[in-house]
């Protein structure tokens, strides 16, 4: 939650890598006045330290410091070979594709574990605004990352959910 306050505040994409165990974090209050954005993450990582952040080509991605899921991190560095996205496509659609990506799915299946893609809201259902996407020789994360760079998807979450973790969860 405290990511995406900043995300909203200082007009900055956000990428989370959730650590192995889930979102049971610490609850984070932060109050600042005349912060800037290096001084708010550098607060934030110091009250949940299983995390730390970095800026990568204009998107700070937080990710585990040590107690990283194998798996997402696998996911996140996929190479992916090629992804487009049309001009009305709505976030429901959007998870849907990043999640049938030949390389992810081959990675999911091996891992026996499943994308667990639901609409949450009906704004999953309304089309983002001007996103299209061409994108070839990357990696899931940066496609991740030029999705929230591009378009009015400010932050995405990747988590593991389930009694052990057979679930992947994708959420923007």
Do not use: C
Not at 66 to 83: C, H, M, N, Q, S
Not at 100 to 116: F, I, Q, S, Y
């Amino acid at each position: 939650m405290v990511l995406s306050s900043v995300s909203d505040s200082y007009e900055v994409p956000i990428g989370l890598e959730v650590a192995r165990g889930g979102t049971k974090s610490p609850e984070i209050y932060l109050n600042f006045r005349d912060a800037n954005l290096r001084q708010v993450l550098d607060a934030i990582v110091a009250k949940d330290g299983r995390y730390e952040w970095t800026l990568h080509n204009g998107v700070v991605n937080v990710t585990p410091r040590a107690d990283r899921d194998v798996l997402l991190r696998d996911i996140l560095d996929t190479k992916v070979r090629e992804f487009s996205i049309k001009k009305g496509t709505n976030s429901f659609d959007l998870r849907l594709a990043l999640a049938n990506l030949p390389e992810v799915k081959r990675k999911l299946e091996e891992a026996d574990v499943t994308a667990k893609i639901s609409a949450f809201t009906n704004a999953d259902s309304q089309d983002l605004k001007d996103l299209r996407l061409a994108i070839t020789d990357t990696t899931f994360r940066d496609i991740l990352n030029q999705i929230i760079k591009t378009s009015d998807l400010k932050y995405w979450i990747v988590n593991r959910d389930g009694a052990h973790g057979e679930y992947l969860i994708l959420s923007f």
